[in-house]
C-alpha cells in the first residue's frame, strides 16, 4: 500500500471513531423511577368511579428485550415485561400481589414523557367474576411553549388498548389512525378524528384538555416531540362496556421534508434501535 494510499484510509479510520465515540448514545426512555399518579378504578364490575392514586416505581432493564416494572410495596411481586418496538407489555398473565392477577399492562415512553396502563383482576375467595380494577397514568417533565397555531397538521395517534374489558375476552391490541389538526386561535385546536369525529381542545400549560365530553376519565400531556394520553372510557348506551386505553401522538411528515427523511434513512433505523420512539 502506497504511503499516500495508507494515510487516507488512516485518515478515514479516525473520523469513523470520531463519529462513534464522539456522539453519545441516548439513554433508554423506559429505564427510571419516577412517582405515577394514576388514574384509577378499584372495581368496574361495580361501575365506574375513578379516583386519583400515587405510587413509586422503577423500570429496570434485565437484558434481550427484557424489563421489571417494581412497585416500591412490600406486597407486589415485579411484573415482567417485553419490550415490543416503541412499547414495554406483559408477556403473560402474572400474580402482581397475593389474590390479585395482573392481565395487561403497557408503557411508552420518549425519555421526558409517557404513559402507562394496567389491569388487574382480584382472586380473593367471594371475589366476583368481573372484579377488575383499570388504571393508567400518563406524565411529561417539560412544558413545551406551544400554540394552537404550532399543533396545525396531521398526526399520527397510535394507541394500545381494549375497548369492552366486561364483555370481550379477547387480548388488548395497538391502534393507529390520522388526526387533523387546526387552529381557533390563541391556546384553542379542533381535532378531525376519524372515530370521534370533530371536538375542541385548550391548551394549559403541558396539557390538552378537551372542551366538552370526549372520554369519560382522560388526560393528554406534551413533550417537545409528542403528546401521551390515556383514558377510561363508559359508552352512554351502556354503563358495564368500559374500556381502558393508552398512547401516543406524533406529527406526520409534511411531504417537501420526505425527501429528506430519506437521505437519513440510515441514521433513523439505528436512532429507533436505541430509543423508544
Known amino acids: 500500500m502506497s504511503e499516500l494510499r495508507f494515510l487516507m484510509v488512516r485518515a478515514i479510520c479516525m473520523m469513523a471513531a470520531f463519529v462513534l465515540f464522539a456522539v453519545p448514545l441516548r439513554a433508554d426512555p423506559f429505564v427510571g423511577t419516577r412517582t405515577y399518579t394514576f388514574r384509577s378504578d378499584s372495581n368496574i364490575g361495580d361501575g365506574v368511579q375513578v379516583h386519583a392514586m400515587t405510587a413509586e416505581g422503577a423500570i429496570s432493564y434485565v437484558g434481550g428485550s427484557n424489563y421489571t416494572l417494581d412497585f416500591s410495596s412490600p406486597d407486589a411481586n415485579p411484573i415482567d415485561m417485553v419490550r415490543d418496538g416503541d412499547w414495554l407489555k406483559l408477556?403473560?398473565?402474572q400474580t402482581f400481589v397475593t389474590d390479585a392477577t395482573i392481565h395487561a399492562a403497557a408503557v411508552v415512553s420518549d425519555g421526558s414523557g409517557g404513559a402507562m396502563l394496567m389491569y388487574v383482576q382480584d382472586t380473593f375467595p367471594g371475589a366476583s367474576p368481573n372484579d377488575y380494577?383499570?388504571?393508567?397514568?400518563?406524565?411529561?417533565?417539560?412544558?413545551?411553549?406551544?400554540?394552537?397555531?404550532?399543533l396545525v397538521g396531521q398526526w399520527e395517534v397510535k394507541g394500545y388498548g381494549h375497548w369492552n374489558l366486561l364483555h370481550d375476552s379477547?387480548?388488548?391490541f395497538h391502534t393507529s389512525e390520522i388526526i387533523t389538526v387546526t387552529s381557533l386561535g390563541?391556546?384553542?385546536?379542533?381535532?378531525?378524528?376519524?372515530?370521534?369525529?370533530t371536538f375542541t381542545m385548550l391548551i394549559s400549560g403541558n396539557e390538552l384538555l378537551p372542551e366538552g365530553p370526549l372520554w369519560?376519565?382522560?388526560?393528554?400531556?406534551?413533550?417537545?416531540?409528542?403528546?401521551?394520553?390515556?383514558?377510561?372510557?363508559?359508552?352512554?348506551?351502556?354503563?358495564?362496556?368500559?374500556?381502558?386505553?393508552?398512547?401516543?401522538?406524533?406529527?406526520?411528515?409534511?411531504?417537501?421534508t420526505l425527501s429528506l427523511l430519506a437521505l437519513g434513512l440510515g441514521a433513523m433505523i439505528i436512532r429507533r434501535r436505541r430509543s423508544g420512539i
Open 91 to 93: 408477556d403473560a398473565p
Open 133 to 150: 380494577s383499570v388504571s393508567y397514568s400518563v406524565w411529561s417533565d417539560v412544558v413545551p411553549n406551544v400554540s394552537a397555531d404550532d
Open 170 to 172: 379477547s387480548p388488548f
Open 186 to 197: 390563541g391556546s384553542r385546536i379542533s381535532v378531525l378524528d376519524p372515530t370521534q369525529g
Open 216 to 256: 369519560h376519565d382522560g388526560r393528554m400531556f406534551m413533550t417537545a416531540d409528542h403528546l401521551f394520553f390515556g383514558n377510561i372510557g363508559v359508552e352512554d348506551y351502556d354503563p358495564t362496556d368500559i374500556g381502558l386505553g393508552i398512547g401516543y401522538v406524533s406529527r406526520v411528515p409534511e411531504p417537501a
